[in-house]
């Protein structure tokens, strides 16, 4: 776990500035994802934070995920899959990428089926919570 | 489609008026998303002089539209400004959720489409495994993408949404 040392910035590690800079996101949306487990980086001697350069590939992924709508808690278990206490290789790459493309194929599957559900809803129109099949199917769901 | 009103609490039938208990058995809904819903002012009911929670039967309508509206992805606040948006904050009618449910599947198919864009994507990412950071535009956004802005190229960055 050498990343994890304190220590000075070498010329490929970024600064949280230079992140930001590099991502077109603010740096407080760098220290979130930080806080929330997305992205790992190491603290110098004074405390600074420092990323690999393999933070600008994680951001580019959490951000265009963001970006249509995925929960950052769905892109957490995804990005497991990619290791954090070494640069990933083009194999951990490739899982990754596998992985998250079935994710998605997941979910518009999903919102295809919201969308039929929505439909039969909206042509049965009986908006009544106490009948209702598909309340009745969500709150058994839920239980 | 009359709302039962708070300023006239003499005599209603009993069966006009439900406890926050009778709303959540009939709804299916657990009693503190009644609360909630209630705080979030998506739904209305008053006092009884011994303070208890009393909601119109027409909350049963609003709690469906609330049900059916999250359950395909939309946010509590989106709908509290769907629902607030019918006059008088009216329970919605048959004709007022085919609007909404209307816009509901327009956003659906929104989303549909951004993730099939990405899903595309992510197969040419693949298939070209280049997995290079330095002439990935997905992978390198501040370099060789600088010029066209900060922020993954291959993906549309306009589609940036707030995700808080």
């Known amino acids: 776990m050498t990343r994890n040392k304190a220590k000075k910035k070498t010329r490929s590690e970024l600064t949280v500035g230079e992140v930001a800079a590099r991502s077109g996101l603010a740096v407080s949306a760098i220290q979130f994802y930080e806080s929330k487990g997305l992205i790992v980086g190491t603290r110098t001697a004074g405390r600074r934070r420092l990323y690999g350069s393999d933070v600008l590939p994680r951001v580019a992924v959490i951000k265009t995920a963001q970006s249509v709508g995925i929960p950052l808690s769905a892109m957490r278990d995804i990005l497991t899959l990619l290791p954090t206490e070494r640069v990933p290789s083009r194999d951990d790459w490739n899982i990754f990428l596998d992985t998250w493309r079935s994710d998605v194929d997941k979910r518009v599957a999903r919102l295809h089926s919201l969308r039929a559900e929505l439909l039969k809803c909206e042509t049965c129109g009986c908006l009544s919570a106490e009948t209702c099949p598909l309340l009745a199917a969500e709150n058994a769901h839920e239980t | ?164």
């Open chain 2, 1 to 164: 489609m009359s709302v039962a009103k708070k300023s006239a609490p003499a005599g209603p039938a009993p069966a006009r008026e439900l406890t926050v208990g009778e709303v959540a058995a009939r709804s299916g809904v657990a009693v503190s998303a009644i609360h909630f819903y209630e705080s979030k002012g998506l739904i209305k009911g008053w006092r009884t002089v011994g303070n208890q929670r009393r909601y119109p039967r027409e909350v049963l309508r609003r709690v469906a539209v609330i049900k059916v509206s999250q359950r395909v992805g939309i946010p509590l606040s989106a709908i509290h400004d769907a629902l607030t948006s019918l006059p008088k904050g009216r329970t919605p009618t048959a004709e007022d959720w085919g609007t909404l449910s209307a816009r509901w599947r327009a956003d659906l198919d929104d989303r549909i489409t951004r993730l099939k864009k990405l899903r595309d994507d992510l197969t040419s990412c693949i298939g070209c495994g280049c997995l290079s950071l330095d002439s990935c535009p997905l992978y390198n956004p501040g370099d060789r993408c600088a010029k066209e802005g900060p922020g993954p190229q291959l993906l549309d960055p306009d589609l940036m949404v707030d995700s808080e």
